[in-house]
């Protein structure tokens, strides 16, 4: 088992930025992709960004590219989620989410999931 627990959302204004972090514990948890999604009231969750174990590739939805960056620290275990030009449209709530193999956009193939955050944008 691997659990995940983020930390970092808040109510911002359009154009600010914040980070959002999620802390890994349980299984070896560095050995894990780690994907980042969102949900807005009324919609579907949605993929934002991944990334690799190793943190050498990463991969983000059209619609936050040039704007947010993924990362990953192994030794703490945590994956961070620097959310920039942020926009009304971002609110939602963000969770991070852990699978074996590559990270992918597939909301169903992640085994883990954490309890998730609110990014609330005013305009």
């Known amino acids: 088992q691997v659990q995940l627990e983020e930390s970092g959302g808040g109510l911002v204004q359009a154009g600010d930025s914040l980070r959002l972090s999620c802390v890994a514990s349980g299984r070896t948890a560095s050995w894990y992709a780690l994907g980042w999604f969102r949900q807005a009231p009324g919609k579907e969750r949605e993929f934002v960004a991944g990334?690799?174990?190793?943190?050498?590739?990463?991969l983000y939805a059209d619609s936050v590219k040039g704007r947010f960056a993924i990362s990953k620290d192994n030794a703490k275990h945590a994956a961070y989620l620097q959310m920039n030009s942020l926009k009304p449209e971002d609110t939602a709530v963000y969770s991070c989410?852990?699978?074996?193999?590559?990270?992918?956009?597939?909301?169903?193939?992640?085994?883990?999931w954490g309890q998730g955050t609110q990014v609330t944008v005013s305009s």
């Open positions: 989410a852990a699978r074996g193999g590559e990270p992918i956009a597939d909301v169903t193939r992640y085994d883990y």
């Open positions: 990334i690799s174990w190793t943190g050498g590739s990463a």
